[in-house]
């Protein structure tokens, strides 16, 4: 049962028009959802998240925008840049019975800025 | 400032082999999580322990193991290796382990099942 979804494997986008990425979840449940990034032979680094009391969250260049009622969120990258070409993970917060929080992360988007 | 360190980075091991692999969480942090990364997929949760408690397991058979030390480091055991074993092992430190904030990667350990 894939709780959390990224429907779209790769993304090419120009160098500074605007990256979309998108995510689908299931589970109403989740607290937090969190967007990560991450280059071959590195773990995943942490970009940005939302909580879900929340619709949107800005971090310079990276947005997330939460749509609880279509439990669909969207992380923008604007101007996008060649160095964010890398693999994009979302992510969903959890609270686990015995105190702390588990993520469920999605399959990833592959995203590649052309110059 | 050393960030999480996962030993090793590496390692090829026989079917029915048991592999032990390591962490050291950023000074500070008490709390570490172990994921499992198959090619093409997302990372999985396998456990969090936090103050040297286990606070929860994901779906993996009892062949999986871990504990945590009284310097927040942590091991992870896996028994009588199976192919589909072969993935990346990724570690993730935390202050305590709640929330949607502050979950820092290890580069992860790739272990491959032959």
């Known amino acids: 049962d894939q709780q959390v979804k990224q429907n779209s494997p790769s993304l090419s986008v120009q160098e500074g028009r605007i990256s979309i990425l998108n995510c689908d979840y299931t589970?109403?449940?989740?607290?937090?959802f969190l967007w990560y990034k991450k280059y071959p032979a590195e773990g995943p680094t942490f970009l940005i998240s939302?909580?879900?009391?929340?619709d949107k969250n800005e971090d310079g260049r990276f947005t997330v925008f939460l749509n609880k009622s279509a439990k669909h969120l969207s992380l923008h990258i604007v101007p996008s840049q060649p160095g964010d070409s890398a693999v994009y993970f979302c992510?969903?917060?959890?609270?686990?019975?015995?105190?702390?929080?588990?993520?469920?992360f999605g399959t990833g988007t592959q995203l590649k800025v052309e110059l | 400032d050393a960030g999480v360190t996962q030993s090793p980075t590496h390692l090829i091991k026989t079917r029915g082999q048991h592999v032990t692999l390591r962490c050291s969480p950023i000074?500070?942090?008490?709390?570490v999580s172990w994921y499992q990364q198959v090619l093409g997929q997302g990372p999985q949760f396998i456990f969090q322990?936090?103050?040297?408690?286990?606070?929860g397991r994901g779906n993996f058979p009892d062949r999986f193991s871990a504990r945590q030390f009284p310097n927040y480091s942590s091991e992870l055991n896996v028994n009588a290796l199976l192919l589909g074993d072969s993935a990346l092992y990724l570690c993730?430190?935390?202050?305590?382990?709640?929330?949607?904030?502050?979950?820092?990667f290890g580069s992860g350990t790739r272990l491959t099942v032959v």
């Open positions: 993730a430190s935390s202050l305590d382990g709640r929330g949607g904030y502050g979950y820092t």
């Open positions: 589970n109403s449940m989740f607290d937090y």
């Open positions: 939302i909580s879900s009391i929340k």
């Open positions: 992510a969903a917060s959890a609270k686990l019975t015995g105190g702390g929080n588990k993520l469920t």
């Open positions: 000074s500070g942090h008490k709390s």
């Open positions: 322990y936090y103050e040297k408690e286990e606070r």
